[in-house]
T-cell receptor, first 115, second 112 residues
């Protein structure tokens, strides 16, 4: 079965550079979530999109922005990178959340290293 | 404040033994609770998902329980294997579903 695809899998950037992470959800999933997981930490929710509109916002820094495109893939843009941005960035997708319960499927993650 | 607390923080057991991990939450209004297994450096993999009306759900050697009244869940692992060594994360979502709260996880080590 198709899974969530993230690219690139690994990325090395220098301080103050920019980075763009991409996420391709499972077919027919219309909701995308971005998470940041630092070393030894639990994933922190950054932002989510439903039908190309931002649906919720978590602890996403102002230096980061994201969007969801018409084909439902999403991109997380990170500018003025700092050393503390080094982390695993996960994307998850789901059908539209509802009261009946739903499942978020996670991608393999992009490991970003800022030097 | 929406919170998810897990215990213990870490656990070491011998191969073949059983163990139970706990999750308490205050997320409201409640939609569903999921248990994930996460190997180091990998994305979380879903084990179980339970909604308000479900009390227990099994997935092989994993059995999750949910008490929506006391807002507690447990994950029971039977006959542990070395490959069970991982972090087990409890995740709770609210209705509407866009807010998802992760627990800090329990780090399980299974030794031969």
């Amino acid at each position: 079965a198709a899974g969530v695809i993230q690219s690139p899998r690994h990325l090395i950037k220098e301080k103050r550079e920019t980075a763009t992470l991409k996420c391709y959800p499972i077919p027919r999933h219309d909701t995308v979530y971005w998470y940041q997981q630092g070393p030894g930490q639990d994933p922190q929710f950054l932002i989510s999109f439903y039908e190309k509109m931002q649906s919720d916002k978590g602890s996403i820094p102002d230096r980061f922005s994201a969007q969801q495109f018409s084909d439902y893939h999403s991109e997380l843009n990170m500018s003025s990178l700092e050393l503390g941005d080094s982390a695993l960035y996960f994307c998850a997708s789901s059908v539209k959340p509802g009261t009946s319960g739903y499942e978020q499927y996670f991608g393999p993650g992009t490991r970003l290293t800022v030097t | 404040k929406n919170q998810v607390e897990q215990s213990p923080q870490s656990l070491i057991i011998l191969e073949g033994k059983n163990c139970t991990l706990q999750c308490n939450y205050t997320v409201s209004p409640f939609s569903n609770l999921r248990w994930y297994k996460q190997d180091t450096g990998r994305g979380p993999v879903s084990l179980t998902i339970m909604t308000f009306s479900e009390n227990t759900k099994s997935n092989g050697r994993y059995t999750a329980t949910l008490d929506a009244d006391t807002k507690q869940s447990s994950l029971h692992i039977t006959a542990s294997q070395l490959s069970d060594s991982a972090s087990y994360i409890c995740v709770v979502s609210n209705t509407g579903g866009f807010k998802t709260i992760f627990g800090a996880g329990t780090r399980l080590f299974v030794k031969a």
